[in-house]
């Protein structure tokens, strides 16, 4: 029988204790709970040998993750690329730097699939055979697609002006696709309420302390690739604001398991748009509280929550890492996309322009070191978010089907490699 590592919920505010349920707030001061380990029985199971000779996906770090039995629901989660991004780095001007390309995660492209499978796999430990989710998108996807996968019936919740390749990708599984007349907030707010008049799986409202944990895989994957390290700086983009907290405990974890060095001095580096910043205004003004965006305008619609649940401690965290955190316009998140694309051969959808965007502002101005190792947190992959780009890429080039068009094409493009043709 594997043993349970997870003894309970915790308040983040008051600290005030509650047993495993499908419960996401304190009754005290609405404080987020949070998942509480037993940290010296997950010590005597995992080790760096014995994470080694596991199968590469999330479930690698198992002790760490939520669930008290075998994990049912995205047995084949995570394990994404780490890579030397070497040719990107000379652009931006920074000697070692990484992308985590969660673009390419199993099942569905985003790094949602990491959330998922650990709420889903909590969600059938608890009982509940109806699921849902409050999307920005990518969510909508994965719940879809792994609830179809494990037997669930699923209810998926969108703002009515998403991305055709979100709404499709979600579609697909036989979800119920409701989209609401309104954003991500109002989405949010009916989830709350559905979830409790329903007494129904919601991934981010009832099991959401469950589900967050499950985005620290990206950091051990991170810490384990780097040669069971911890990187200088870490670039993330943020939405509710939760990634990048859990990237961070994902560190502090490893070291306080001895599996890497601490203490952690990881700089966090937040990433958003302009169009929906509460985030990065926050840390900006140096203010205690986030003030929400009422009406979020922009293309990373995967990241327009204008008011983010971890908001107040992502920017808690980036100012006391001494990180920073900025935002960039539709244009400079464009420009990004396609610098990603023609650097590194990868297309990452709106969210993941915002990460290189910020990334190159932030060692613009000097506050993220050229020297230190930076990993950047690609999160989504580019053929869901084409609408972004169809106006701004070049089209294909039509010829006649006979090489003397090809010949003129090259002549006008190239003349000196058509000079030396034979
Ligand atoms: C959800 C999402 C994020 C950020 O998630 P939070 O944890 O809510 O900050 C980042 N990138 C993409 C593509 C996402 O879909
Ligand atoms: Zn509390």
Known sequence: MYQHMVRGLKCRLCGKRYPKEPLNFCTEDFGPLEVEYDYEAVARSMSKDAIRNRPHTIWRYRELLPIDGEPTV?????????????????????????????????????????????????????????????????????????????????YVLIPDNLEQGKVLGASIYGAKVIAIKGNYDHVNRLCSQIAFRFGWGFVNVNLRPFYAEGSKSMGFEIAEDLGWRAPDHVVAPMAGGSLIGKLHKAFVEFAQLGLIDGPIRTRMFGAQATGCNPISNT???????????????????????????????????????????????DD??????????????????????????????????????????????????????????????ARPVVIAPDLAAFEALVEAAAPDLAAVAV
């Open 74 to 154: 995205g047995l084949h989660v995570g394990g994404t690329p780490l890579i030397r991004a070497d040719r990107l780095a000379r652009a931006l001007g920074v000697s070692e730097l990484y992308i985590k390309n969660d673009a390419v995660n199993h099942p569905t492209l985003s790094f949602k699939d990491r959330v998922v499978a650990v709420a889903l796999s909590k969600a059938v430990e608890f009982g509940f055979e109806t699921v849902g989710c409050a999307s920005t998108g990518n969510l909508a996807g994965s719940v879809a697609a792994n609830a179809a996968a494990a037997g669930l019936n699923a």
């Open 283 to 329: 840390v900006k003004l140096n203010a205690n509280k986030v003030r929400p965006v009422r009406d979020p305008q922009t293309i990373a619609k995967s990241l327009a929550i204008g008011d983010p649940a971890d908001g107040f401690f992502a920017s808690k965290l980036i100012r006391e890492s001494g990180g920073w955190s900025e935002d960039v316009d």
């Open 332 to 393: 400079e998140i464009i420009d990004a996309m396609l610098l990603l694309g023609e650097t590194e051969g990868i297309f990452t959808e709106t969210a993941g322009g915002v990460t290189v965007a910020v990334a190159r502002k932030l060692i613009e101005q000097g506050k993220i070191d050229r020297d230190g190792s930076t990993v950047l947190c690609i999160t989504g992959n580019g053929l869901k978010t084409q609408e972004a780009l169809i106006d701004k890429i």
